[in-house]
């Protein structure tokens, strides 16, 4: 089992930066890839970003290249996301989701936290 819990989230303006954090205990992220989502409200959960735990490889959505940089810290046990230059389109509810798989769908992550509000005011 892993539990993860995100935080970090809040209100900002238009071009502003966040970073989100995200605490995972219960075992040892070594095998797994932790992916963050969004879900704008009205809309499906869409992929953000992935990493790699072991390798710390990531990979993007478009909408996040250039942007957003998922990283970890291996001590803390904690996957974070940078954003930067946001845009009122970036609001949404922040996921944090740890999976066994390479995947951008929802349905191959196995854990969840509950999830950050981010708020982007034009």
């Known amino acids: 089992q892993v539990q993860l819990v995100e935080s970090g989230g809040g209100l900002v303006q238009a071009g502003g930066s966040l970073r989100l954090s995200c605490a995972a205990s219960g075992r040892t992220l070594g095998d797994y890839y932790m992916a963050w989502f969004r879900q704008a409200p009205g809309k499906e959960r869409q992929f953000v970003a992935r990493l790699r735990w072991s390798s710390g490889s990531t990979y993007y959505a478009d909408s996040a290249k250039g942007r957003f940089t998922i990283s970890k810290d291996n001590a803390k046990n904690t996957v974070y996301l940078q954003m930067n230059s946001l845009k009122p389109e970036d609001t949404a509810v922040y996921y944090c989701?740890?999976?066994?798989?390479?995947?951008?769908?929802?349905?191959?992550?196995?854990?969840w936290g509950q999830g950050t509000e981010v708020t982007v005011s034009s």
């Open positions: 989701a740890a999976g066994w798989v390479i995947s951008t769908v929802t349905s191959s992550y196995e854990y």
